[in-house]
């Protein structure tokens, strides 16, 4: 049975969904994603299979953008994702992976040469969402036309601990040296892009998820079998919702009122 894989990407403003057969990407779309309405990525998904010659129901696994990044795009992603395992595949033909978008953003910067990697998310407030990343390094051995094997070193990012809440003075002065900055939250905090020894800016052109990196991040966790089940994918979020926050300052101020 052949693989054919979906990447969705809506955690952002820049959207995208990629498609993969056998494990290698054969079609990507990208779209603006400010508007981020179920259906508009719902047209995509059908378009991009459709000029492959597939059908939803040819769909084998959905890796998926999952946060943080804007609640309402998390959320698209994370509904679409679930309703194709859930209608299309009736919850045991399609696997779903959940991806972290920190996770997403650092695949991009995979092949430049840091040491220490910190995907920064913008978390309101002044404050920031922070995941350190380290290169690890991975031998893969190919089988060349002359039955020889060559072995090709990979390198990949991996996250040092738990992602944190920090503010841009608190990040710069507890990250260690050196390190490479990468992520949309640079450009909603100055402080970050002010030029400092052993700190390194990525290309701009870097700090956005995109669908194909979804794929990479989400083919490497499907292959480990760290799949989630589609009842429990969920969203991940930098902090609760504005709303949340109103809610629980009102209840303090009742509270302390009394």
């Not at 990407?25 to 378009?47: G, N, W």
């Not at 679409?80 to 959940?98: D, E, K, M, W, Y």
């Not at 083919?219 to 089940?229: E, K, N, S, V």
Request: net charge positive.
């Amino acid at each position: 049975m052949r693989s054919v894989c979906l990447a969705l990407e809506t955690s952002c403003r820049a959207g995208g969904v990629a498609l993969a057969v056998d494990g290698a990407l054969t079609a990507v779309r990208r779209f603006d994603a400010s508007s981020r309405h179920a259906t508009t990525l719902l047209v995509h998904l059908r378009e991009l299979l459709t000029a492959s010659g597939l059908a939803p129901a040819d769909v084998t696994e959905v890796y998926v953008s999952v946060g943080p990044g804007s609640f309402t795009g998390v959320r698209v992603g994370v509904t679409v994702a679930r309703t194709l395992a859930q209608a299309v595949g009736g919850g045991n033909a399609i696997q779903t992976v959940a991806v972290p978008t920190t996770h997403v953003v650092a695949e991009n910067a995979r092949t430049l040469p840091w040491q220490h990697l910190a995907v920064i998310l913008d978390a309101k407030d002044d404050v920031t969402y922070v995941q350190l990343f380290q290169r690890e390094t991975q031998d893969k051995r190919q089988a060349t036309s002359d039955k020889r094997q060559e072995k090709e070193r990979l390198v990949f990012p991996k996250p040092i601990g738990q992602p944190r809440i920090l503010t841009p003075q608190q990040m710069l002065a507890e990250c260690p040296r050196p390190i490479t900055l990468i992520g949309e939250g640079i450009a909603f905090h100055p402080a970050l892009a002010e030029p400092v020894d052993g700190i390194t800016l990525a290309d701009t052109a870097l700090h956005l998820p995109t669908a194909e990196s979804v794929y990479h991040v989400g083919r490497r966790l499907a292959l480990t079998h760290a799949t989630t089940d589609y009842h429990i994918l969920l969203p991940i979020y930098a902090r609760k919702s504005e709303a949340e926050r109103l809610w629980e300052k009102k209840q303090r101020q009742a509270t302390s009122d009394k």
